[in-house]
């Protein structure tokens, strides 16, 4: 790209600080969501059967902190990441011995193979679609052969934009990946893809159709 050519814009920052605005009323919305998705408790249920007792696990994108407290709640070692400093805060004080760290998922402080297994709950959906690739490139790397992933995202095409969310003025990107560009995305990155769903969204749910994928990283 020549130099006075003009740069892609960062997401990321945006991301940071529109959930650090947002961070009291959406974990207000969502801290307790999973008691009204089933789909979702069977999946994560599942997810945490297929590991060992006590396996160290990460929730990539961790918001305030519901989906480790689920993992912990099955037996399992959970440590949260998200971007947004107000939302670990929120996270560490609404799940007191449990473990959150502000992260960037591109750039995870962890070491080659440190976990067996990670979830990540509609947080690809906050980078673009050019740099997938280097965001599931990140979670192989940080998983150990034969570790398991469950991954959901908002299944479309296409990127939304928000300026308001509860009132506050916001800049949040979302982007939309189908199962089969999300599922090829991960082969490429060498995950080997075991089950891909969708569902139809609750009806308190914003109205996109929801995709799930279970995979692995071979041995």
Known sequence: MPDDAPKPHDWSADIAASYDRVAGPYAAEY???????????????????????GAR?????????????????????????DLSAAMVETA?????????????????P?????????TAFYSLIHIERSI???ALAELYRVLAPGGRVLLTFHAGEGELHLDELFGETVVFHITFFSSPEMARALGEAGFQVEESVEREPYEFEYQSRRAYINAY???
């Open 31 to 53: 801290f307790d969501e999973l008691s009204r998705k089933p789909f979702d408790r069977e999946l994560l249920t599942r997810f945490a059967r297929g590991l060992p007792e």
């Open 57 to 81: 696990v990460c929730d990539i994108g961790c918001g305030p902190g519901h989906i480790a407290r689920y993992l912990a709640g099955e037996g399992l070692d959970p440590i949260g990441v």
């Open 92 to 108: 560490r004080r609404l799940n007191p011995g449990l473990h959150f760290v502000q992260s960037d998922m591109l750039q995870l």
């Open 110 to 118: 962890f070491a080659d193979h440190w976990f067996a297994g990670l």
């Open 132 to 134: 997938l690739p280097q």
């Open 217 to 219: 990283r071979p041995q």
